[in-house]
């Protein structure tokens, strides 16, 4: 039966294990570039025991940002620094993933920590912000109006995630997802909430997906086809008149079709008027991701509260779960691999981190408790455990 640290295998790219670092924006690049600090910051994550390591949300356009710190791939100069941190990634043990993206009407964007206020389009550090209509993202804090794409525009964009794609297979990435939550623009697309179009983009549920299969179908054109390509999707919105669960089901059947590998669900993200969310219920996503694998037949992953180490393992063991996502606790704990599996009773598990640092943790002349991993809870200490 397959467990949370069984190696999983996707196309040609084999994890070492189903644990996964969530894309967590981080506002540390400078024209939109990675460098030193991706390095360290996401090279901590796999040498840490993740078997597959995403960096955050990558543009495919500079307006496609959240924020001017964000990252970018949408210059072929920008391949360099993902370069090394595929490289390292990769010379830890684990696989380099990269999650392409468009934040839409919700980018131009103050950091968080500053009020993560949208900045006007003739400042500095802002931009005109569009989508598939002109809808603003209703929570007070974007204020400036969202123009609508063209048609034109909107083949630019899928050329733009092609090309995207092209200089992530470049740069050393084994693993392409697609991000179509949160609000962000392949989400506006999805929800009527954001979506007010009567054109072929607009209206029924077919024309409201047709971005998002257009942009797989013109990834898949150029991302090699041995190497994974995966999507996570908004799949409700929690609100009535917003996606719902049944329609993103269908959805991931037809994108199934265009030649999507796993599917990735999480939250619609389109209004700040959500109505009964799940947002804080641990395992959230699970139920949903194992009625979306039983219908569709698809490998499925999720993310959000599966940080407690028996409720990420059920949720693999029960068939629910191919990939565990962890965002926030990966942050925590550059080395949640490893602690869970102690918690879990996995033997050696310091064969998740590199030989030489395994070698020194397992042979303890010391005093058991002050090597810095407490046993689990009720446990007997045990020499090199």
Avoid at 317 to 324: N, P
């Amino acid at each position: 039966m397959p467990h949370l640290f069984s190696p999983y295998t996707l196309k040609s790219v084999t994890l070492r294990n189903r644990i996964a670092m969530s894309p967590m924006t981080m506002y540390r690049s400078v024209d939109g570039r990675m460098d030193a600090y991706h390095q360290m910051y996401l090279g901590a994550r796999a040498a840490g025991g993740f078997g597959l390591v995403f960096p955050e949300q990558v543009a495919i356009a500079p307006e496609g940002r959240t924020s001017t710190h964000c990252a970018g791939i949408y210059d072929d100069a920008q391949i360099e620094g993902h370069a090394r941190v595929t490289s390292m990634i990769e010379d830890m043990g684990a696989v380099a993933a990269i999650q392409l993206g468009h934040t839409g009407r919700k980018g131009s964007e103050l950091r968080p920590w500053e009020g993560k206020a949208q900045i006007a389009p003739d400042d500095p550090d802002g931009w005109q912000v569009v989508g598939p209509s002109e809808v603003s993202f209703d929570d007070g804090k974007h204020p400036y109006p969202v123009r609508e794409l063209t048609v034109d525009e909107i083949h630019g964009l899928h050329r733009a995630y092609a090309d995207a794609a092209r200089r992530s297979a470049e740069a050393g990435y084994r693993w392409l997802e697609l991000h179509f939550a949160h609000g962000y623009l392949g989400a506006s697309f999805f929800s009527p909430l954001a979506n007010r179009r009567t054109d072929a983009y607009g209206g029924s549920l077919e024309n409201r997906a047709r971005f998002l299969l257009e942009a797989i179908d013109a990834v898949r054109e150029v991302w090699p086809d041995d190497l994974p390509l995966t999507m996570r999707l908004g799949s409700d919105d929690f609100h009535p008149d917003g996606t719902h669960f049944d329609e993103a089901v269908t959805a991931i059947g037809w994108m199934r079709e265009h030649g999507l590998d796993l599917a990735d669900i999480s939250f619609g993200g389109n209004t700040p008027d959500v109505r009964d969310g799940i947002h804080g219920d641990e395992a959230a996503w699970v139920e949903r991701a194992a009625r979306l694998k039983r219908e569709v037949g698809i490998p499925v992953a999720a993310s959000w509260n599966l940080g407690i180490p028996a409720t990420a393992d059920d949720a693999v063991r029960s068939g629910a779960l191919d990939v565990v996502l962890l965002g926030r606790p990966a942050l925590a704990n550059p080395h949640w691999p490893v602690w869970a599996a102690r918690e879990l009773g996995l033997d050696d598990p310091f064969s998740l981190v590199p030989e030489d640092w395994a070698w020194w943790l397992r042979n303890m002349r010391g005093h058991q408790g002050s090597i810095g991993w407490p046993e689990p809870a009720g446990a007997n200490p045990v020499q090199g455990g």
